[in-house]
């Protein structure tokens, strides 16, 4: 009984009472506050002691991706999977050759294997051509998640759900409807991208590191987007103190930040090693449970919408859901693209949605 007694002690409290209660966040049929060890606790061991990511969809932006978490060695395997097989083969390939400078072990696999990785990356869809919005995409995008998530199920219960591929917010909710998985493990991209297009303006503005910038853009990721210019620091001194920041046009700040994408899209087509860095800094963070605080589109319950907030990421997915400071006219911005959203979702409500 005292080595039982004994043994019990060694293992962490964490894993004993489980993970902490997820607090404030979503609160859906599918949600639950899981009160057991999840069974990847068991598979696996602990965050990131063995873990596979699958990236569907391997064209620029999914490829790109794949070779940024080989790079970072962020995991085991990287599983790559799309409609077209001899591409997944041949990107699968030329990472070989990648790995061969890294721990990380590709294979290109079936969507039923890809349901079974602890990360699923969905970037499979098409993408915005010039002069085309991301709201565009809607119709051929939704068309394409539907049949991915199908094809993979059953979805590993504990799989955290990645959304990349645009328009992400909206995308996010339809896979939040069709995958099964708690609403706190599907969560996309959101602002993330966007929010770090401007720390990188900012810090050539104040001459500081970009990473002791903190400047979220929040709401859509796409035109309505806004800088929450009230929440915005540099070591907890408001940014909107500094006067290089004051006498900025906000507006003109805003219109760069969002247009980003399509300057790029104008001058290549397309745009992808941005958002495949932030996408396997993403994985990193729930891989190894690190609990950044990044702004993602996630449901917002009091405003029945997703859309990027400040969310804490990790193993589990999203634990929390961070408000803003209560600015009227921030406030407004997410009401707005609050009712946008709905609008938009209307069309492609699930039949069997229960709430
Ligand atoms: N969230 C962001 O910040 C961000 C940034 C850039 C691009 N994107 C989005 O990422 C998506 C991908 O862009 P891209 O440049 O890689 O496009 P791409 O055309 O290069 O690649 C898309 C891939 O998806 C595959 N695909 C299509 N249907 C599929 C299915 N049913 N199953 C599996 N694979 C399928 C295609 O074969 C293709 O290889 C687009 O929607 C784009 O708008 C998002």
Partial sequence: MSFLRNLVSTIPRFARVGPPTIQRCLRTPFAYQRSVLPSKFYHHGSPGAHSRIAVVGTGNVGASIAYALVLKDVANEILLVDANRSLAKGQRLDLDDASLFSATHVKDVTLQEAGKADVIVITAGARQKENESRADLIDRNYQVL??????????????????????????????????????NQVIGSGTYLDSSRLRGFLSEVLEVNNESIHSPVLGEHGDSQFISWNTANIAGQPILSFPRVANLDKELVREKIAGKAMDIIKLKGSTYFGIATCTASLCETIIKNRRDIRPLSVYVDRLGAVMSMPAKLGWYGVEEIYELNGDPGEEQKLVDIAQEFKKTCKKYEHPNRTE
């Fill in 146 to 183: 539907e049949s991915i998530i199908s094809a993979m199920q059953p979805i590993q219960k504990d799989a955290i759900m990645l959304l990349v591929a645009n328009p992400v917010d909206v995308l996010t909710y339809f896979a939040q409807e069709l995958s099964g998985l708690p609403r």
